[in-house]
């Protein structure tokens, strides 16, 4: 099969990681890939099967988006690609016109709540539509074409086990892309007024992290909090930390939630939808976006009155696994 992947960039991130993930496997199992998009730190990591694309996916800007579709468009009737297949709400609108211009089949995978507006309209004229999870399918809902699956995020098995923090000092980690969504500051107002010893360790970057630099500044925690940027070996922060927190404030599906349930480790998350779908008992949860219920939660867990949330990491499939319900949605529109 020939499949073309359409996301904004290849940097750090859920979606990126996503189509990395799917792209790669799908090579292996002898598919031809081409993935467009504007470039990133995370090109390097597709493998040399797969075909790339640099184009201005990225930009909302209709004349640069035409451009790309026409571009797109060409390529896939030259090369009689089978499946168009997009990520992120410019680059569905690119792939819903080189779709209609090429006459091949557009598939669109929604991997958060997004707003509903006239944006997703190509969602609801994609030839399939795949959710990341049960509760972005129920938030489109009748936005939704016929032919929609839920198809969980695929994760690889994990190279360590939780062990602690050797430390000594109890360590909370966030891992994430730094913006609004994510709910850092939450976290660290939370963490403003929790006592004791204790320390944040927050791995990555993003549009907001001067802005929570100056936000732990001014909440007095400079001591206490660092920011390490973009690290790539999340899974030993991960290993090592005594607490994982997820505070964000909306989710298609975490996938660093899910690798750190399948890790192990400890983890304190917010009560989301899609995290609901994971967890064993939701009521272990912290409300979304409110800094004294995590404040009250996080001072409980130091203390030992407070459990972190159970999951079962039997709900997350193996990238394989994903990999052959995408084919079956392909195979679905094509027929």
Known sequence: MKVMMILPELVEGGVERHVLDLSN??????????????GGSLEDRLSPDVEVLHLPVHLKNPA???YSAVRIARIASNNRLDVIHTHSRVPNWIG????RMSRVPLVITAHSCYRRNVALLPINRADGVICVS?????????????????????MEEPSVTWVGDPGGIPSFLFVGRITQS??????????????????????????QRHQMEALS?????????????????????????????????????????MRAVQIGTPVMAS???????????????????????????????????????????GRIPSVQTMALRVLDVYRGVLA
């Open 217 to 257: 500044c001014r909440l007095g925690l400079s001591n206490r909090v660092t920011f390490h940027g973009f690290r790539d070996d999340v899974v030993h922060w991960m290993s090592r930390c005594s607490c994982f927190v997820f505070p964000s404030l909306e989710e298609g599906m975490g996938r660093t939630l």
């Open 25 to 38: 496997h799908l090579c292996t199992m002898g598919h031809r890939v081409w993935v467009v998009s504007a």
């Open 96 to 99: 819903w016109w080189a779709s």
């Open 64 to 66: 640069t988006a035409l």
């Open 182 to 207: 994510k709910g850092l500051g939450v976290l660290l107002e939370a963490l403003g007024g929790v006592d004791g010893d204790w320390r944040l360790d927050v791995v990555g970057d993003g549009p």
């Open 271 to 313: 009560n989301l939808p899609a995290v609901r779908e994971l967890a064993l008992d939701p009521s272990e949860l912290v409300p979304a976006g409110d800094p004294w219920a995590w404040s009250f939660a996080l001072a409980g867990f130091l203390r030992g009155e407070r459990p972190s949330a159970r999951f079962d990491p």
């Open 134 to 154: 049960e509760s972005v399918r129920e938030h489109l809902g009748e936005l939704l074409p016929v032919r929609s699956a839920v198809i969980f995020n695929g």
